[in-house]
């Protein structure tokens, strides 16, 4: 039964202060590690997901993100482009799954990515090119299901075994720095700690389990002193920062494209009740969900004003690449990306996606007499195309259907021409006469406290928007504050 319970547990020793009950550092392995970096990798919609599970802790509302989430939830599907764009937003994938997956404690529930051709495959097998598809319900050009399950063959399939080597050790400090374990990092963390009387530390020994894991990542969103709101404060006060301070941003937006808005602000304080715009506002706000953690850390510098997870990135990017399994392994988590085919075409964001694998179909079979008919006996896919060695083989290049459009050109989930409103929390619905009054009714605001203005929203304007979601309930209001301030003055 021991060696059951080991196998889904992690052991982390802390160093804790015990006049202020305090942790002072934690010493871990590769595990404890390994679910670190994960944090970096998920999309912002799976942590949202997570966020709402149960642990030790209540359920985080994540800035306006929550919220964001939930009204794609409640979003009908008639209002979506595909059938499968409500999925890909709230369960979207993470491009760094295949390192995640056989982590002792890997928390994310999203089913793991398989490829499905036509379940007619026998006969489709022989035209050009063969489809493909990651998610259920597509059609092939046959007009049959895309529904028989193919699996890379095994030199296509690597085993992946996390990010860090197995045998490092590393410190961890309260706000999730990953550091060498090494005589000079512990004199330089006693010395910036001003710590002087090394007998105020003791030692305590926790067994981590999943759901503790789900805790650690609730308060890392909130929280600076994340280990001591997790293993040592029973239910800790975890500050919101809603008071934000958005990056500093110097961009080159020449070219880039605009999104045309109109927002609804009141004339009383100055926020920002509602904004309207057409189906590429939309698009915006929902490809919130399919970035990584990470890669949204690195598009701000570092200053997401996200709990610990700045520091922790920060740490990761400065963590020597002897302690990674590969090189190549810490450029993905240090360089994130959105998973394959999950970008926008006419993303507004500078955030870069996978490249879309290339497979080629091989198949064998045989006549089976007592049906008079062919047989599949084998079928996979390759990343190479094989010379065909018998007339029952065929191999045959691929291509992926868009999850996103039927024209396949991947533009958007949000169909249009459709007028969408955004509240200041981000929840999205589609514009209408019902939905502007059930809002107006709601907050009780009057019509002549509102004012109409029209914005553009560029790569400036869009960051600093998705920055402000991340840890405020006004995510409009805080990232157009810029614009907002101009508004005041021609009042």
């Known amino acids: 039964m021991a060696d059951i319970v080991s196998k889904h547990q992690v052991t982390l020793k802390l160093w804790v202060n015990k006049e202020r009950n305090k942790v002072f550092f934690a010493k871990a392995e590769k595990d404890f590690v390994d679910v670190l970096i994960s944090f970096l990798t998920l999309p912002l919609g799976t942590i949202v997901r997570l966020a709402n599970k149960e642990s030790n802790m209540d359920l985080v509302e994540f800035g306006s993100l929550s919220s964001l989430y939930k009204s794609v939830e409640n979003l009908d599907n008639e209002c979506l482009c595909t059938d499968t764009c409500k999925e890909m937003l709230l369960r979207p994938r993470n491009s760094l799954e295949a390192y995640c997956r056989n982590m002792k404690l890997n928390i994310d529930d999203t089913e793991p990515t398989k490829y499905l051709v036509c379940n007619d495959l026998v006969n489709c097998r022989h035209y050009y090119p063969v489809l493909l598809s990651t998610f259920r319900n597509k059609r092939c050009s046959c007009g049959n299901t895309l529904g028989k399950p193919i699996s890379p063959e095994s030199q296509c399939s690597n085993v992946f075994d996390g990010f860090v ?211 599949l006996i084998s079928w996979f896919l390759t990343s190479e195309r094989t010379r065909r060695k018998r007339r029952t083989e065929t191999c045959e290049g691929m291509k992926f259907v868009d999850p996103i459009s039927e024209s396949g050109k991947g533009e958007g989930f949000a169909k249009g021409p459709t007028m969408y409103m955004a509240t200041d929390d981000l929840v999205v619905t589609p514009m209408s006469s019902d939905s502007l009054l059930s809002l107006l009714n709601r907050t009780n605001i009057l019509v002549r406290d509102l004012e109409e203005k029209e914005v553009s929203i560029g790569v400036k304007e869009g960051i600093s928007i998705l920055q402000a979601s991340l840890s405020s309930t006004s995510a409009l209001t805080a990232g157009l504050s810029h614009l907002l301030t101009k508004i005041k003055e021609e009042n």
């Open 165 to 375: 080597k197995s045998n490092a050790t590393f410190m961890i400090t309260d706000d999730l720095k990953v550091l060498s374990d090494s005589l000079n990092t512990i004199l330089s963390v006693l010395m910036s700690s001003g710590l002087e009387n090394a007998s105020l530390l003791t030692e305590m020994t926790v067994s981590i389990t999943k759901t503790q894991v789900i805790h650690l990542l609730k308060s890392c969103l909130l929280s600076k002193t994340t280990l001591t709101d997790t293993f040592l404060v029973e239910k800790p006060y975890l500050e919101r920062f809603n008071k934000i301070k958005l990056a500093p941003l110097d961009l080159n937006t020449n070219g880039s494209g605009k999104i045309n808005i109109k927002i609804m602000q009141r004339k009383s304080n100055g926020k920002i009740l509602f904004a309207q715009g057409k189906e590429d506002f939309a698009n915006f706000l929902f490809s919130f969900l399919t970035f990584p953690l990470g890669a949204v850390v690195q598009l701000m510098e570092c200053c997401s004003s996200i709990g610990s997870v700045d520091a922790l990135y920060k740490s990761i990017v400065d963590l020597d690449e002897d302690y990674w399994t590969t090189k190549e392994t810490k450029h993905k988590v240090v360089h994130p990306v959105i998973a394959p085919q999950f970008k926008l075409t006419n993303q507004l964001l500078p955030i870069c996606d996978a490249p879309i694998p290339e497979y080629f179909c091989f198949t064998k079979d045989v006549y089976d007499e007592r049906d008079c008919q062919r047989k």
